[in-house]
């Protein structure tokens, strides 16, 4: 055997490695964006969350993002800031309701729009077979986000 043929593969052709290197850079494409409209991937994840189960509290939106509660609050105030979230107390010593305000589902609406053109510049070569099949894969082999 020569000596080519006893080294191994370079990581760089591993289609894990090409995966990762990919998200990565659809991931800084996305916080690009998202930095325009004043949020960041942890915002994005809380008010996707809210915007499917309203009633969660801050403990449950920390476990689903999994940060601490304090690290949430933090998240959560900065979307009450940017007017994307209303809280209102239920009284003492009862969790504070959080919703989604107008504000903030039409930043989901535009945070819809980046993700659907970064989806195209991504998929562009691809005809609608391959993206179902690439897509089929992905989701075959990624958890499903917490409910």
Do not use: C, W
């Not at 760089?12 to 996305?30: C, D, P, W, Y």
């Not at 409209?37 to 994005?44: A, F, P, S």
């Not at 008010?47 to 933090?74: E, F, I, N, Q």
């Amino acid at each position: 055997m020569g000596e080519t043929e006893t080294r191994a593969p370079l990581l760089v052709f591993s289609t894990t490695m090409r995966l990762i290197a990919v998200g990565r850079e659809m991931q800084r494409k996305l916080e690009a964006e998202l930095a325009e409209l004043g949020l960041t991937m942890r915002h994005l994840g809380a008010l996707g969350h809210l915007s499917h189960r309203p009633d969660l509290s801050y403990s449950d939106l920390a476990r689903r993002s999994g940060v601490t509660a304090p690290s949430m609050l933090a998240t959560v105030r900065a979307l009450e800031s940017l007017g994307a979230v209303s809280r209102t107390s239920s009284g003492q010593g009862r969790a504070a309701q959080l919703e989604i305000t107008t504000s903030g589902r039409e930043l989901l609406a535009k945070v819809r729009t980046i993700v659907a053109d970064l989806d195209g510049e991504f998929l562009g070569p691809f005809d609608e077979d391959q993206r179902a099949a690439l897509d089929a894969i992905l989701a075959a082999n990624t958890k499903p986000p917490s409910r």
